[in-house]
């Protein structure tokens, strides 16, 4: 999952999509519950300190076009070298599987594991709050390959692991991802990416003129606030911001000039009639339907947008896929920030098989599977540098390549300090978020988005002292010197 450094965003994979699946969402998280924990029984009597050694794993999460790989390369093998065990997986979109878990732990029959997706908070507000169980006494993680990216704060609460990284972190979520056979119909090489925000409009206003009626240059999924405001984060960053919070002041920076110019580049998309007119009613996955379907030449996405496609609507591959590089107001590279890579599953306080439950999680780290999760072309492996010996698409090599050019890990205060966790779990979401503030503009309901901005800048300010002074009352040993990072250089990898 990326994140913005420092910052409380919604915990997913994907920035998450912010939103709730309303009624229909509600309605699959019910038959979700009826179904996935049959009497609620373990298969025999827990074991002292881990649970029964044999039984259903209940493994849910929303990696739909991991779901074959995960069932033929993980939970099979699992289950055939250890007799008695099976895995039952359900995938569901971030909404719904949010809404299940909310369900499902309150009725006391949460999964033994999941991915976060759809969840508010941190994972840290997570772990205080309760959801999860560590991990380290079942599976040795120290001794993995991946011992060295076990960050305190991140996966490591108050010396315990209760998870750990099986994707990397080096991506961002706003690469273009182009229709070929819509760029040739508009006589546009799709070889020539546009550097710049002014040539960037100029490409997609050809295609435009160049485009079937039918068809247009950009799709922009608006249903969803957090993927607005994920482009919005890219956006700012392309311009030279450094995040929500800027390491070098520890001050939220909403209201800075790389966030202005990022809502005034959107809009002079939308003023210059570039995006799909049934845009605000898409959340990503229609997105890409319809982008698929042929209606979009243009949709900025991440790098598991190719996997997806091959497993949903292989046919748009067949067709010609190309990515280019996020544009720039001035044409330069970008510097994408990220937060090292967090956990992507985590074992449920609620597991009746927390150490079956891990060792399967653990047995991802295999170096086979994990070429095997790279040619799946979704989020790049942990061990990212299997993606050469993958099976993949020229577009997706091209695209993780260029992660590993212009995306870097930015400091991250809970790591220095682990007392930062406990603020972090203080934290309150503050409405409306950067999301909200993007769709409103977008559908014209505000237009004063630098009031907005600076509205957002004060409140995420105020709930920050709020926070750290809560945590301090408790007795953790933080304050908002924490945020500074002084010795952090813009452009380079923090090494925490």
């Known amino acids: 999952m990326s994140q913005v450094p420092g910052s409380l965003p919604r915990v997913s994979r994907r920035r998450l999509l912010g939103t709730a699946a309303g009624l229909a ?206 482009q919005i984060e890219r956006f700012a960053m392309s311009a030279g911001g450094v995040g929500a919070i800027d390491p070098r002041t520890g001050e939220y920076a909403y209201a800075s000039q790389p966030y202005l110019d990022a809502f005034e580049f959107l809009l002079s998309l939308q003023r210059d009639q570039l995006i799909h007119p049934a845009s605000p009613s898409m959340s990503p996955r229609d997105a890409r339907s319809r982008w698929a379907a042929g209606e979009a030449a243009v949709f900025a996405w991440g790098p598991w947008y190719i996997g997806g496609l091959k497993v949903q609507e292989p046919e748009a591959v067949d067709r010609g896929i190309g990515v280019w590089r996020i544009p720039t107001p001035e044409g330069n590279p970008a510097t994408i920030y990220s937060a090292p890579p967090g956990g992507t599953f985590w074992v449920s306080a609620q597991a009746e098989l927390p150490k079956l439950a891990a060792e399967v999680m653990f047995s991802m780290l295999d170096e086979e599977f994990m070429k095997k999760l790279a040619g799946a072309m979704d989020q790049p492996p942990i061990l990212d540098q299997l993606v050469a010996e993958a099976d993949v ?75 750290v002074k809560a945590a301090a009352g408790k007795g953790a040993q933080v304050s908002l010197e924490d945020w500074v990072f002084s010795d952090w250089t813009p452009g380079e990898d923090f090494r925490q």
């Open 25 to 230: 969402g509600a309605t699959v998280a019910g038959s979700v519950l009826a179904g996935c924990t049959g009497s609620g029984e373990p298969a025999q009597s827990p074991a002292p300190g881990g649970g029964a050694s044999t039984g259903a794993v209940q493994w849910w999460d929303h990696f739909r076009p991991l779901t074959s790989l995960f069932t033929k390369e993980l939970f099979e093998p699992y289950a055939q070298a250890h007799p008695g065990v099976t895995v039952a997986h359900r995938e569901m979109d971030a909404p719904a599987l949010g809404q299940a878990l909310q369900l499902a732990r309150r009725s006391k029959q949460s999964p033994d594991v999941h991915s976060l997706a759809g969840l508010d908070g941190s994972p840290a507000a997570l772990v205080g709050a309760g959801w999860f169980q560590p991990i380290g006494d079942f599976v040795d993680l120290e001794g993995s390959p991946i011992a060295d990216q076990l960050l305190d704060g991140i996966h490591r609460v108050d010396g315990k692991v209760y998870s750990f990284p099986v994707f990397s972190a080096r991506w961002h979520d706003s690469s273009p991802w182009l229709n070929t056979a819509a760029l040739a119909e508009a006589d546009v090489d799709p070889e020539q990416p546009p550097p710049s925000w002014d040539e960037y409009r100029a490409t997609l206003r050809t295609l435009r003129e160049g485009l079937s009626d039918n068809v247009h240059p950009l799709v922009l999924p608006g249903k969803e606030p957090g993927y607005l405001g994920g």
């Open 393 to 467: 698409h020229p577009a997706y090599r091209a695209n993780i390549a260029n992660m590993a050019e212009v995306v870097r890990f930015a400091p991250q205060p809970q790591v220095r300090n682990a007392a930062v966790s406990q603020a972090l779990v203080e934290m309150r979401p503050v409405d409306p978020d950067l999301g909200a503030i993007a769709q409103a503009v977008l559908t014209g309901a505000t237009k004063d988005y630098a009031g907005a901005l600076k509205t957002l800048q004060d409140s995420m300010t105020k709930e920050r002292e709020r926070a």
